[in-house]
């Protein structure tokens, strides 16, 4: 209960500090004024003591009576504080003296207070003169033991008066102090771990008292505080959520975007790998060409040969039939050749259909996407601007309508104040007429028996006036109705006109709105134009590849012919190698065919080279375009990429903002509120 | 059986003997002319004669209804006088038995003017006595202001030829 940090313990402990000095300061003080009053008094009385002994011993001093002197020495000697007595004559001789104690026993006497012994000495006078002198010595000693009595005993009972005096206090400062200080100790260390709901008691209108209430209203600013934090964060993150949700959705349709792109772009690159193929198969037709023209350099170098051994025929017979069997296996290399070439064109032939199937695929999508993006003009542009044009005609017809209506309704009034017009007429002449039945009335009354027949037409007359009277008052306020009626269908019609109005500035902004759609799909559109000329570009590039492929088949086909040829002349040139003249001239007019022939070939293969080259150069071509184009779609991939990671990073940012506002609700929720 | 002019005052019905009655006139415009006495309103030109014109509601203490205003002609002794009256009901034909004789005071009217009271049905007649509307000092005054009233016609005849 009681630790070493408490607060009583420290003020007890300091009060005590304080005391403890008081209480030695008086002490000493104390101390050193009994001392000082003790040894005044002590002087006093060895000095009276040593003038009673000077007076009592002058007489018995000159009558040499020591016995007299001794009895009053024992008498003076029995104060404790005199150590010894000597009674010397003038000359210093001491004549008799009563030593209790020597000087030099007293050592044990506490140099503190006094020294060791003290000596007062008074003349004995025997009428004017000095006859000797009386000195005694004493000791202070009897004071000390009494101060250090007096000392001690005060010292105990301010001891025992500081302690009871220190239980007090404790207890009174307990009390009063401590218990009230370690409620709202308690109170704030439940507040600190977060538990707002601790109250603090009312503890008087004290300084604590104050505290407390202090305490009570920083709790309840701070509960308020909490929950409105509380509130703020829930909310947050409820709009985080939302704000997510969103974003999640935007991603989701923007990472379907990429895969269609990617779609596109796989489809780019089978492209490009089918042109690959025919790269190859170009660059294997090419070694293939050029082994041909190897071998019909090497074939002219023999029919060379051959044109000089027939010259010398008849020695080189053997030679020469050798040698045309090396024709004929050069021819027969020639062959196959020509049909791997074949083989190699019918293979890029393949490549250059898939090429172009790919090439349609991309080019039926990018229709497809300018049909949509047409149709959404279409739509925008026909039927939405239609329905806008009609609606703002219809608003004006509407308008036109109203402001019609208010004419007919203003004309209407006019109508009727016309009729109240024609009615007041009416009216006088009724009034006129039932003042002339009046007057009938009278003059036949006057008229007595003459008039009565004539009175009677007087009140047919007067009936009918008042008959018309009636009506016309009925008319007057049939028409007065009209009249209000009048009034409100005119104001009806302004707030209708009003309405119009409005209704009219709405379907100016739908318009507008409808001509912003109408824009950005044109702009789409363009986009799918350009990929679609773009294609068709591809499109044409590839059907030129065709063309050529087809091209070197014919040339190819061309070859495998003249091959065949050849191989005729040279089985040929075989047979008649047997006779030597026959074979002569067959082996010149072979000759000359087979340069023909060699000459044919050549000519074939240069056509074919030229034909691959320009192969190579629209493969080239439609290289660059699908490059082009790669690199366009990489472009919109990379858009949608950034977009993606923007839009990550925006989540991101968001999850963190929402992790922060779940970590300030956990430290919110640490916080008890009642 | 007598028959009698119906008209309102104010919201009292009032009756004179049609006999005495000469014409009913829509109001026309009323010249006040200086020297005539304060009892009348003034003169109305009828068919070239001219009228004195007495406004019977002021005579009798009441106020003006406002709603129609007619003029009653009747014969005042030897003279015509117009009285200004409220609207003009009827033509009514009263039986001996149904007019009593009037009380001395009636609605707080003096009953002076009165030859009687008419009862038809609920309707409560009060019936003038044309005599007695005019006091005879009246009467001289009025004799007085229609000859200065001809001189003054004669006058104006003549200017106007």
């Keep these: 209960m009681i630790s070493r940090k408490s607060i009583t313990v420290r003020f007890i402990a300091t009060v005590f500090l304080v005391l403890l000095i008081a209480q030695s300061i008086g002490t000493i003080v104390f101390t050193l004024y009994i001392r000082f009053s003790f040894f005044e008094e002590l002087n006093t009385r060895m000095k009276r003591s040593a003038a009673i002994m000077a007076g009592v011993s002058g007489y018995p001093l000159l009558s040499f009576d020591f016995a007299m002197i001794d009895t009053y020495m024992e008498e003076v000697a029995n104060d404790d504080a005199i150590t010894s007595i000597h009674i010397v004559d003038a000359k210093g001789k001491v004549l008799r003296e009563k030593i209790k104690e020597a000087d030099s026993d007293i050592a044990s006497v506490n140099p503190f207070f006094y020294r060791k012994s003290l000596t007062v000495s008074v003349p004995v006078n025997s009428g004017a003169s000095r006859i000797g002198d009386v000195e005694i010595h004493y000791s202070a000693r009897s004071i000390n033991k009494t101060i250090a009595q007096s000392v001690t005993l005060s010292l105990l009972y301010q001891g025992i008066v500081l302690v009871f005096l220190g239980f007090v206090m404790a207890y009174l400062f307990n009390r009063h102090v401590k218990r009230p200080v370690s409620i709202i100790n308690n109170a704030i260390e439940k507040i600190t771990t977060g538990d707002l709901t601790v109250s603090v008691p009312d503890l008087g209108e004290n300084e604590i008292g104050t505290i407390a209430k202090g305490v009570t209203f920083l709790e309840q600013r701070l509960s308020h505080t909490i929950s409105k934090i509380n509130e703020t964060a829930s909310n947050v993150s409820q709009a985080i959520r939302q704000v997510e949700h969103t974003y999640r959705i935007v991603g989701e349709g923007i990472t379907r975007q990429t895969g269609a792109v990617k779609a596109i772009v796989r489809s780019i690159g089978n492209a490009n790998k089918s042109q690959n193929d025919i790269s190859e198969g170009i660059e294997k037709l090419l070694s293939f060409s050029t082994e041909n023209v190897a071998s019909l350099l090497q074939m002219k170098a023999t029919a060379e040969d051959m044109a000089a051994q027939t010259q010398r025929l008849f020695r080189a017979t053997e030679d020469s039939y050798s040698v045309v069997l090396e024709m004929s296996q050069t021819s027969k290399a020639i062959s196959m050749n020509a049909n791997q070439t074949l083989a190699a064109v019918e293979d890029t032939s393949a490549s250059v259909e898939e090429v172009g199937a790919s090439v349609r695929e991309v080019e039926e999508h990018a229709r497809d996407s300018s049909k949509i993006a047409i149709t959404v003009k279409e739509i925008t542009s026909g039927e939405g601007m239609m329905s806008v044009v009609n609606a703002v005609e219809g608003m004006d017809n509407i308008s036109v309508q109203v402001k019609m209506s208010a004419d007919i309704i203003q004309r209407l009034g006019t109508r009727s104040v016309d009729i109240e017009k024609v009615l007041s007429v009416i009216r006088d002449v009724t009034e006129q007429t039932n003042l002339l039945s009046l007057n009938a009335a009278i003059l036949a009354a006057q008229a007595g028996e003459y008039g009565k027949s004539f009175s009677v037409v007087a009140d047919e007359i007067r009936a009918l006036s008042e008959r018309t009277a009636s009506s016309t008052r009925e008319i007057g306020g049939i028409v007065k109705a009209i009249q209000k009626d009048i009034k409100d269908a005119v104001f009806s019609v302004d707030s209708a006109q009003l309405k119009v109005d409005e209704g009219n500035d709405l379907v100016v902004k739908v318009g507008e709105a409808l001509r912003q759609i109408l824009q950005g799909s044109m702009k789409s559109s363009d986009m799918t134009k350009a990929i679609e000329r773009a294609t068709s570009e591809q499109v044409l590039g590839l059907r030129q590849i065709t063309a050529a492929v087809d091209d070197i088949r014919k040339v190819m086909n061309n070859v495998a012919k003249s091959t065949v040829e050849q191989e005729g002349a040279l089985s040929y040139l075989l047979e008649g190698v047997g006779d030597v003249k026959e074979v002569a001239e067959l082996s010149k007019r072979g000759a000359g065919e087979q340069a023909e022939g060699t000459r044919l070939i050549s000519r074939n293969i240069e056509l074919a080279n030229e034909r691959i080259g320009q192969i190579n150069s629209s493969v080239a071509n439609q290289k660059v375009v699908n490059k082009e184009i790669i690199t366009a779609i990489e472009h919109i991939s990379a858009t949608g990429a950034s977009t993606v990671s923007d839009m990550d990073e925006v989540n991101n940012s968001l999850k963190t903002l929402f992790s922060e506002i779940e970590t300030l609700k956990q430290e919110m929720a640490v916080f008890k509120i009642t | ?161």
Excluded: H
């Excluded at chain 2, 609920?122 to 007695?132: E, G, K, Y």
């Design chain 2, 1 to 161: 059986m007598p028959k009698f002019t119906i008209f309102n005052i104010g919201d009292e019905t009032f009756g004179i003997d049609i006999l005495r009655v000469l014409e009913i006139l829509r109001v026309p415009k009323i010249f006040s002319v200086p020297g005539l006495p304060e009892f009348l309103s003034g003169v109305m030109s009828v068919r070239g004669a001219v009228i004195p014109v007495m406004d019977l509601r002021l005579r009798f203490g009441m106020m003006p209804a406002g709603r129609k205003e007619r003029i009653v002609i009747v014969r005042c002794g030897a003279e015509k006088i117009g009285f200004l009256v409220d609207e003009i009901k009827e033509i009514l034909l009263l039986n001996p038995e149904e007019i009593k004789p009037s009380p001395s005071i009636f609605r707080g009217c003096k009953t002076e003017y009165l030859t009687g009271i008419g009862k038809k049905g609920d309707r409560i007649i009060l019936l003038l006595n044309i005599d007695t509307v005019l006091t005879s000092e009246e009467r001289i005054r009025l004799q007085e202001s229609k000859e200065l009233l001809e001189e003054k016609g004669a006058g104006t005849g003549k200017t106007a030829q």
